[in-house]
């Protein structure tokens, strides 16, 4: 198989991300939000955001990388952001395996640099791999104000949870991190989301 | 309001693009593909197949342009490829509309650059619009052939039909050009697309 053929198998692969559904309500069509659309938001959200990214971020890179980030549900499927921690390692096996099989499709050494994006992103060590995470976390945040609480209520989610996923989009991007923080906030006030049993949120 | 506010608010209003659906069925969940689900696959398509540009296209422009090329169907809606031409002029006045609104969203000196992007796919004169443009005319190809004639069949779409928008992926990409010519030809053979009345289809 030549290297196009290859790469155009990859796409049509791909092309089963559109079937993986995410537990985020959306508010205009009012059914769950699909891991593909999911994935188009961040990578629009990447260019538009892109002045909020710590300067030399390079922001084509972010964008190539929340384009890949989710395919490896093709196979494992999405977990809940708030999946407990047995769920998640199990995730986190199941994802690796997808992305050896996923990104084998693709010519040698295109399969090592989309791998290269992927684990770059799992392992959220550069600054364009911490600005795409806060992204990713941000997203769902905002789909949840829309709908009036969304995941939130539906799994009983309380303001310190959330605000313990606010540290990750503050350690991608300070502007984003305080924004995330007043939305929390704005969240308690408005009764969408509510204070952990013992009261106040963490400072 | 602050320019992350706005920018904020036009990434909220995107989020409406993944209730515009397109005539393109999908195989996996057997449903019609909407244009957000459609821009990411592009996206993927550009980073994927980007060695088929001609030298020195920038990706990342090509990139930026597919996921915002869409985003004014959240007002004029998704028209289809082969939409006669009194639908076409229709189509085009109510765009140029849903851009004016969309893209004012953002701060002034954003909502330039976005706009001058879809302003760009458009005109289709860059190479970066066309490479874009050819993608574009790709992705429902194999989509069609993926779900053994799709739209083609629905709407009785003929060979020649289809050649004529081949003619736009070739001069995004000679190579994809190229490729596509022999998707059409496999479809005819495989029954999947008809030949026009006549016979044969255009050379």
């Not at 155009?8 to 559109?18: H, Q, S, T």
Request: aromatic fraction near 6%.
């Amino acid at each position: 198989m030549d290297r196009l053929d290859q790469q155009i198998r990859f796409v049509g692969e791909a092309d089963l991300l559109k079937g993986v559904l995410r537990q985020t309500m959306l508010a205009g069509p009012g059914r769950r939000e699909n891991s593909a659309e999911h994935s188009w938001h961040l990578a629009l959200m990447a260019v538009t955001l892109a002045e909020h990214a710590p300067p030399g971020t390079d922001i084509a890179r972010v964008t190539a990388m929340v384009l890949v980030h989710d395919l490896v549900e093709i196979d494992a499927g999405d977990l809940f952001v708030y999946a407990d921690e047995e769920q998640q390692t199990r995730q986190e096996a199941a994802e690796r395996a997808a992305a050896d099989r996923i990104f084998a499709l693709l010519p040698p050494d295109q399969a090592a640099g989309f791998r290269g994006l992927w684990d770059e992103f799992e392992e959220r060590r550069t600054p364009e791999a911490r600005f795409a995470r806060a992204l990713d976390r941000l997203q769902p945040m905002l789909a949840n104000l829309e709908v009036g609480g969304g995941t939130w209520k539906e799994h009983g989610i309380t303001a310190d949870q959330v605000l313990g996923k606010v540290r990750l989009i503050e350690d991608g991007s300070p502007a984003l991190g305080r924004f995330a923080r007043d939305l929390v906030d704005r969240a308690v006030r408005d009764g969408l989301l509510a204070l952990p049993p013992g009261g106040a949120t963490a400072p």
